[in-house]
């Protein structure tokens, strides 16, 4: 008897791509996949997906990993904490941050995040760059070299007192990008609209957290959108809109791509299930649920949802961004803390995949009929990999890596504070009963989760060097 030439087989699954449906059994041999066809001959070793969905491993392209806020507050999760929330989660690649603060060389910002994550990632990443100190050193020599050694894409923020960038600033980055190809992604709210918002509130000793999604006024968005698209177009520089989170901000992302602008854009599950009402509880409970932008309402929710059926939108991301509730974290300012004195972020990690699979395939939102786990496939793994350039990831295909999940369709799964790897200690979607489970991970055709228990290595995972690609490609119009 021949020795297998497979290492794995995941035999009589339905596999599903952002394209097709099909059933197959799909074999691993050195990390990637090696064959998909009917009755492949035994692998090494065998799993069997009777019923259930073989899947490509979600790529969350928005994660706040290990990483310190400009207020001086430390993310509670560590690069291996939070993969290991990933893959729980059936998310196999993230794109976390080398966030440089004012002062800080971004050559060593890139540097110390790296052998962080290199000691502790079980999953594959990649990092977007914070640019909040541009100086020249950081514009003529740290970006174009970094870019040149695979980090391609710039995170840029609006707003934010210690990070955000001016306009004149903000066209700087983006022609340095222009020129050496490389994705601008951007936190887009209008700074002094909230600001102003902020001083109001709190002057009229209105500080609880629901106060915190009234100082980000709707206008702050679409005004940021607008200038951030005019900046872009100007200089013929493509970029990413971060977190969407009203009607009018998509409507604004939908117009410039139908003027043939490179303009693409994501959204959370925090503002495709949450609304503000979820921040107004009693004392300082509602900082669980304080993010930026803030969660809106039921139909921003609807017009985000059309927005991602109809393209405008691409991805869907976590902005996992995770800090306890407690001194540590949400409560650092102590017990009389004002909005403004709360971090911002929601843990997101875990709960990305199975919220999104629930909402299209399992409770079949209309945008998606017919096509829901294509479209899930699509938003939640195969549109990340195309727009960030990672090369073999986000589908099911012959040479690509084997990062799969193996999803129970019918799991019913309640999500509990308790049920979260995370080191938060808690989920802002708690109680929600989902339907369909990543029941089974393999990252590069290791199994990093079996039957729902983490079982990936610290340091399992490797840097995806990336080039601008397609996306960060003018539009030379
Ligand atoms: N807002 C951000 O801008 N970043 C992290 C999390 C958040 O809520
Ligand atoms: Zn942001
Ligand atoms: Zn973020």
Redesign the pocket.
Known sequence: MPAPIHDLVIRNGTVATASDVFRADVAVRKGVISAIGMALPPGREEIDARGKLVLPGGIDSHT?IEQLSAGGIMNADTFETATAAAAFGGTTTVISFAAQHKGMSLRKVVDDYAALAERGAMIDYAFHMIVSDPTEATLTKDLPALIAEGHSSIKLFMTYDKLKVEDETLLDVLSVARENRALVCV?AENHGMIAWMSRKLLAAGQTAPKYHAVSHPRGSETEAFTRLITAAAMVDQPIMIFHVSTAEGAAIVGDARRQGLKVFAETCPQYLFLTAADLDRPGLEGAKWM??PPPRDRSDQEALWQALALGDLQTVSS?H?PYRYDASGKLSGGPGSTFKQIA??LPGLETRMPLMFDAMVSRRRPEFSGRALQAFVNITATQPAHIYNLAGKGSIAIGYDADIAIWDPKARVTLTDELMVGRSGYTPFAGRTVRGWPETVLSRGRVVVRDRTVSGRAGGGRHIARAGGWAAEPARR
Request: hydrophobic share 10%.
């Open positions: 706040h936190h993010c930026s902005d961004a911002n972020g």
